[in-house]
């Protein structure tokens, strides 16, 4: 805690990111419901191709994500189809429900 000078304002710190925290989350139904994936920092590669099977070791199939949420200042890129092709957009703020193009269809992100 700091105390400014001259006042009796007081400031706490806290911070609000840790090595456990997610950088976003995935689901698999509007309004952040379904099966959920979370991406961690230091654990994604900066691009994650989905596959035909499942994202990684989750259950969540490739072109079945439909709501992110997107934490501590992360900035995410959903790609409609593998090597960056398709629809795609820049997120840094929670979506309910991915727009056309990407609701559903997503086979490629990009965590920065």
């Given at each position: 805690?700091?105390?400014?000078?001259?006042?009796?304002?007081?400031?706490?710190?806290?911070?609000?990111?840790?090595?456990?925290?997610?950088?976003?989350?995935?689901?698999?139904?509007?309004?952040?419901?379904?099966?959920?994936?979370?991406?961690?920092?230091?654990?994604?590669?900066?691009?994650?191709?989905?596959?035909?099977?499942?994202?990684?070791?989750?259950?969540?199939?490739?072109?079945?994500?439909?709501?992110?949420?997107?934490?501590?200042?992360?900035?995410?890129?959903?790609?409609?189809?593998?090597?960056?092709?398709?629809?795609?957009?820049?997120?840094?703020?929670?979506?309910?429900?991915l727009p056309q193009g990407l609701f559903g269809d997503v086979s490629e992100i990009e965590?920065?």
């Amino acid at each position: 805690m700091w105390l400014l000078p001259d006042s009796n304002i007081s400031v706490t710190s806290a911070s609000t990111t840790s090595s456990t925290s997610p950088a976003f989350t995935a689901y698999t139904d509007i309004n952040y419901g379904g099966t959920s994936f979370d991406v961690t920092p230091n654990t994604y590669p900066k691009y994650y191709q989905l596959n035909l099977n499942k994202i990684g070791d989750t259950n969540i199939p490739d072109n079945s994500i439909k709501s992110i949420k997107v934490y501590n200042g992360a900035s995410v890129t959903l790609y409609q189809h593998p090597g960056k092709q398709g629809v795609s957009n820049t997120y840094t703020t929670n979506v309910s429900q991915l727009p056309q193009g990407l609701f559903g269809d997503v086979s490629e992100i990009e965590v920065d």
